[in-house]
């Protein structure tokens, strides 16, 4: 075997030990007569797969994923306003637009960050070269989404939406059909060309528009007013729900006063057509006015009351037993709990005005969950006590109770077989019995991870065009939160990685635990005390990030100033992501 075989094939074993591991492929699983409550299976009546015209000239794309997608038709092309969640699904909608018209696509309007609103926008964008509107903090949103972020909201993601239910298990996803991002689907998101700050007036064929920075379920939600048809396109401010003030697979906090003051914004325009981006249209003057002031209410009332709450020093946990809808609020059908909950937007209303702390001084430093189960245990009379009055509790039909007892015994034995037993059995029940589409699959998926042994993961794989548009730095970003604290615990060492055709050069500084990343100038990188300096093509170092190229041969192919290809490899070793777990399990390390 030559040299250069000989140091490919070492570092193909250093990838094969690290960050190369492949999740197993990702399969829609069944639970044996799963049922569903009544109230959530009519829900998905709304999803019906179609193309519905709202007025003349506005189309909506619904029931093709978990967003719509919206066209105006112009006298000399289209507005697109939200692009799907894959390129798939946006091919799809496109095909169904065809049919409506041919005219070329003028412009394309982001409404907020979301990947399933921003993720199909190559599709739409690659033959027309369209303008991309957006407010000016949605590019970096999105570029956190899917650097730092990516995985644990990926993995929460894919047991809220329930991507590994069969089609009894995901009835609907509360705001839509179902997610449709996983193995086969590709992610194209095209930059915005055009942004803004808090308003801004324009035209794209012929069409008069205007967006407006409505900060809401995100920071960076915008509405579309179409004054000379008086419709407004809501983002997702409003849909047939009670909103997700808080979603559990994890989220910056949502001003609740930023989203009911932004459904004033809207109201002041007394629309004649309502278009969300998941759901269906209102349309009709006083019918919007009736819908929105209710929702903007809703949102209010959740807000005052949260408050009031925690200035009469309630916990967390009380303001979710006490604080409830009043009842007109409660029995509208925009209101139901199909996807967010008030237990869960109260609180994050506690945790976002006030942090972690509920005021209890026993949480100050609270036993850990080991010594909680131990404790558990030995209160029951031992861990073979506890366990029967977990199955105790499960035959009586206190489902929580044996989900809670049955955690505190798996982390004092995580492979006994009779806990998981019990612990599927309560999940299901849960998720059975529940009404809000979120959190039936979050049960449901946790069962299926302990019944067939693996861990909720599935992306769609980014297009090379879109890793491209990506900047470099938001690929350091993404390394730093990957150090092993232990691996570099006594490391002290700087990498260089210059890349020319980007014009670019950034500095690792790996010191005892934590990466420093320094962008350096091309005109001073050979002034850089670095023990590594690699000269690499910045898309290839993307590709290979992103998993679009084989690691081994990739970190082979770069220039090497100092250093080789087997020490580089075994630096970003230091940055394999860990692997992921079970809420319930300890962790690996």
Known sequence: MNRSRRAIFALALVCFASSCRREPSPQRRAIPQIQTAAKLSQHSKLFRRRVETVT???????????????????????????????????????????????????????????VDHVLGAEVFAKEDGPEIY????????????????????????????????????????????????GEGSSAGFVRPTRTFSESYSGEAAGVAFELVHAPGETDDQLFVWLPEKRALLCG??????????????????????????????????HPRFLVPSHTVPVIGEEEIEEVLTDYRDAIQFVHDQSIRAMN???????????IRLPEHLAAKPYLQPYY???????????????????????????????????????????RGRLLERAEEALADGQFQV??????????????????????????????????????????????????????????????????????????????????DPEASARIDRKVLIE????????LVHVRRGVAEVREVGLDLVEREEAEIHVVADSAAWKEMLARLRNRAVTIAGFQYKRGNPLAFARFLKLFAPPPAKLAYAPPSN
Do not use: C
Not at 67 to 90: K, P, R
Not at 418 to 431: C, F, H, N, Q
């Open 340 to 382: 967010g909950k008030v237990s869960w937007s109260v609180r994050a209303m506690f945790a976002g005005n006030l942090g972690w702390f509920d005021g209890d001084p026993a949480g100050l430093e609270p036993l850990s969950r080991e010594e909680r189960a131990k404790l558990m245990a030995r209160l029951a009379g031992g």
């Open 56 to 114: 003349e000239g506005i189309h909506v794309a619904i029931g093709f994923g978990l967003a719509n997608s919206i066209m105006i038709e112009g006298e000399s092309g289209l507005i697109i306003v939200d692009t799907m969640g894959s390129t798939q699904e946006a091919g799809e909608v496109l095909a169904e637009f065809r049919k409506i018209s041919p005219k070329p696509i003028a412009a394309v309007i982001y409404t907020h960050n979301h």
């Open 134 to 181: 957006a407010h000016e903090s949605t590019e970096a949103l999105v570029d956190r989404l899917v650097t730092e972020l990516r995985p644990i909201v990926s993995m929460r993601s894919m047991r809220m939406f329930g991507t590994f239910l069969d089609e009894k298990g995901l009835v609907n996803a509360g705001i839509g059909p179902f997610l449709g991002i």
């Open 312 to 322: 009469m020093g309630m916990t967390p946990d009380e303001m979710a037993e006490r």
């Open 402 to 483: 044996a989900l809670e007892l049955s955690g505190d015994l798996l982390r004092l034995d995580p492979d006994d077989e009779r806990t998981k037993r019990l612990r599927i059995r309560a999940l299901v029940s849960l998720g059975e019995r529940e009404e809000n589409a979120n959190a039936r699959h979050y049960y449901l998926t946790e069962a299926l991870e302990i019944r067939d042994g693996f861990v909720a993961r599935q992306e769609a794989k980014p297009t090379a065009a879109f890793l491209r548009r990506l900047p470099a730095g938001a690929f350091f970003d993404a390394l730093a939160v990957n150090l």
């Open 499 to 506: 890349f020319p055709d980007a014009g670019q050069a950034f």
């Open 236 to 269: 997702d401010n409003f849909y047939w729900s009670f909103p997700n003030l808080y979603t559990i697979r994890g989220t910056p906090f949502r001003s609740l006063k930023s989203w009911y003051q932004s459904l004033d914004k809207m109201r002041d325009r």
